[in-house]
């Protein structure tokens, strides 16, 4: 299994909703990292898990909150978004050193409203 | 400050016609240079992954190559499906991957 899955496809959200993005990765991976795409734009990292563990976080606001619940997932709590923040939610997975590439997910279109 | 810059921006070409893309970096104790590919709306690709000058990969009509300080990934003989966004990205002394903003490939028929 060479896969990254990413649920939801697409989310619509009010910007006093509570909801998640999940991520599930079947490779032996221990990095993941949550990586945020707006239009025409590189996608920006926010957040890398390395062996479970919270590594980097590049300072993204705390409506954005992420948890790694066991070494195939990867979650992204969202909590009071504003509707700059709709876009690509990425999620990526690789060996902690990267080495052998980084696979990324489809993605997670989300918008706020 | 690392830095990644790819060029051009956007480029069209014919079926047939090959071209070459550039990626340029700055960065300190660079551990590996990375291009994806892109679809609208997509996860990127993974496409080569590169570690020292003089380097070569290749995969169908794509050949990427590394100097010191800039990659080229060359399209030869492009098809419409070849149409994409290719990104460049390098990875940090800290692993990070730093992406440049991409360069938007459309191949005409």
């Known amino acids: 299994d060479t896969e990254v899955t990413q649920t939801p496809k697409h989310l619509v959200m009010g910007m006093t909703n509570k909801k998640s993005l999940k991520c599930e990765q079947h490779?032996?991976?221990?990095?993941m990292y949550w990586y945020k795409q707006k239009a025409k734009k590189p996608p920006e990292l926010m957040f890398v898990?390395?062996?479970?563990?919270?590594?980097i976080n590049e300072s993204v606001p705390s409506r954005f909150s992420p948890e790694c619940p066991n070494s195939s997932l990867l979650n992204l709590h969202l909590h009071a978004l504003q509707p700059e923040d709709s876009a690509l939610y990425l999620c990526a997975s690789s060996q902690p050193t990267g080495g052998t590439g980084y696979t990324f997910g489809s993605g997670t279109r989300l918008t706020v409203v | 400050e690392d830095q990644v810059t790819q060029s051009p921006e956007a480029l069209r070409l014919q079926e047939g016609e090959s071209s070459s893309l550039n990626c340029s970096y700055t960065v300190s104790g660079l551990r590996g240079l990375f291009w994806y590919r892109q679809d609208p709306g997509k996860g990127p690709e993974f496409l080569f992954t590169l570690y020292s000058a003089g380097e070569e990969k290749e995969k169908e009509r794509l050949k990427a190559t590394l100097t010191k300080k800039e990659s080229f990934l060359h399209i030869t003989a492009p098809k419409p499906e070849d149409s994409a966004t290719y990104l460049c990205a390098v990875q940090t002394p800290d692993y990070k991957l730093s992406f440049g903003a991409g360069t938007t490939v459309t191949v005409r028929a």
């Open positions: 898990y390395s062996y479970e563990k919270l590594s």
């Open positions: 490779m032996g991976h221990r990095a």
